[in-house]
C-alpha cells in the first residue's frame, strides 16, 4: 500500500529554522516532492529530491534517505508569509505514468 | 516553469446538474495529466490519471460514471461533476506533465466547487 506520514501542524518563530519530517512506504519510488500551499490556492513547488543526500534551493532544503523511507524540508529565516501547509509527496511508478501520491500535509504556523 | 490554466476558479451549481471544468497546459504538451480533490484541511487525493486519446485511469473509490474525464487534446482535459450533490463540494486541482518518466507535473490554480 501508500503511506506518506507528515506531522500534522507545527508552529515557529519568525527568522528561526523549522524541519518538517516525511516518512514514505510505497509501492514504487521515483522521487520526491515538496510542494507549499496557502489557503484556498494549488501547491508550488518547492524542492525535489531522487538521490540520497541534501538539494539546497535558497531559503529552502531538502532532504532524502531512500534506505530509511525519510524526508525533510528545512526552512531557515523564516518569515510569516511561510505559513501554510507544506506537502510531501513520492512520485512512484504507475507502467507508463508516474503518479503523485501525497502525504498528509503538514500545517505550519510561523509566529512574531 | 510551465502554465497550467485551470478554469472556473470558482464554480456553485445546484444540486442534481453537471459541471465542466477545464484543464489546459498552456506552453506545453500534457501527454499526461492527473485530477486531484482537496477537502479543507487535508492534502490532495488524487482521483484520476488521463494520457491522451486513452481512457482514464480512476483510483480506487473514484466512481468513473460520477467524475468523467476527457483528455481528448494534447493541452486539454475536462473533468465533468455529474448530478452534483452537496458532498462534492471540494477544491479540484489538475496537474499535467510531458511525456517521460522524468518530466515535473504542474498544477492549475484549482477550482472551488460549491453545490447546493
Known amino acids: 500500500g501508500q503511506n506518506i506520514d507528515q506531522p500534522t501542524e507545527m508552529t515557529a518563530t519568525e527568522g528561526a529554522i523549522v524541519q518538517i519530517n516525511c516518512t514514505y512506504q510505497?509501492?514504487?519510488?521515483?522521487?520526491l516532492f515538496w510542494y507549499q500551499q496557502h489557503a484556498g490556492e494549488a501547491p508550488t513547488f518547492l524542492s525535489y529530491?531522487?538521490?540520497?543526500g541534501l538539494e539546497e534551493r535558497g531559503r529552502f532544503s531538502s532532504f532524502l534517505s531512500r534506505s530509511k523511507g525519510y524526508s525533510y524540508l528545512l526552512l531557515k529565516e523564516l518569515q510569516m508569509k511561510d505559513s501554510a501547509s507544506y506537502l510531501c509527496?513520492?512520485?512512484?511508478?504507475?507502467?507508463?505514468?508516474?503518479?503523485?501520491?501525497f502525504g498528509t500535509g503538514t500545517l505550519l504556523a510561523v509566529q512574531p | 516553469g510551465a502554465v497550467v490554466s485551470q478554469h472556473p476558479s470558482r464554480v456553485i451549481c445546484k444540486s442534481g446538474t453537471s459541471v465542466k471544468i477545464e484543464c489546459r497546459s498552456l506552453?506545453?504538451?500534457?501527454?499526461?495529466m492527473f485530477w486531484y480533490r482537496q477537502f479543507p484541511k487535508q492534502s490532495l487525493m488524487l482521483m484520476a490519471t488521463?494520457?491522451?486519446?486513452?481512457?482514464?485511469?480512476?483510483e480506487q473509490g473514484v466512481e468513473k460514471d460520477k467524475f468523467l474525464i476527457n483528455h481528448a487534446s494534447l493541452t486539454l482535459s475536462t473533468l465533468t461533476v455529474t448530478s452534483a450533490h452537496p458532498e462534492d463540494s471540494s477544491f479540484y486541482i489538475c496537474?499535467?506533465?510531458?511525456?517521460?518518466?522524468?518530466?515535473?507535473?504542474?498544477f492549475g490554480q484549482g477550482t472551488r466547487l460549491t453545490v447546493v
Open positions: 496537474s499535467a506533465k510531458e511525456q517521460g518518466l522524468h518530466t515535473e507535473a504542474f
Open positions: 510505497t509501492s514504487g519510488f521515483n522521487g
Open positions: 529530491n531522487v538521490l540520497d
Open positions: 509527496a513520492v512520485r512512484d511508478y504507475g507502467g507508463a505514468t508516474n503518479k503523485l501520491i
Open positions: 506552453d506545453f504538451q500534457a501527454t499526461t
Open positions: 488521463s494520457n491522451e486519446g486513452s481512457k482514464a485511469t480512476y
